[in-house]
């Protein structure tokens, strides 16, 4: 009787561990199918906004335009022009 307690005893044992080592296989799982899911949500978002936004970096538009000839003589003139000195007052 002893003899048959003890088998028992040691198959109760390794079921507890099997079952211990399934959980864990089983929660690594789901961490891992967690983490794939976000890489990809991530992907998707990353394309569908670049789809979108074009030529974007960041929220600046890199887009060039057409600039008439008179734009760009006031556009030269204004990087070139020193910039503003500040009025001189009476407390100065």
């Not at 399934?22 to 976000?38: N, S």
């Not at 887009?63 to 910039?83: D, F, H, I, K």
Request: one cysteine or more.
């Amino acid at each position: 009787m002893e003899r048959l307690e003890a088998r028992a005893a040691r198959l109760r044992a390794r079921l507890d561990r099997c079952t211990v080592a399934g959980l864990a296989l089983l929660a690594l799982g789901g961490l891992l199918l967690a983490a794939l899911l976000l890489a990809a949500a991530a992907a998707r978002r990353r394309a569908r906004a670049a789809r979108r936004t074009g030529g974007t970096y960041g929220s600046v538009r890199l887009r060039l335009r057409r600039v008439s000839a008179e734009g760009t003589r006031a556009l030269l003139e204004s990087q070139l022009s020193p910039p503003p000195q500040p009025p001189e007052g009476p407390g100065s």
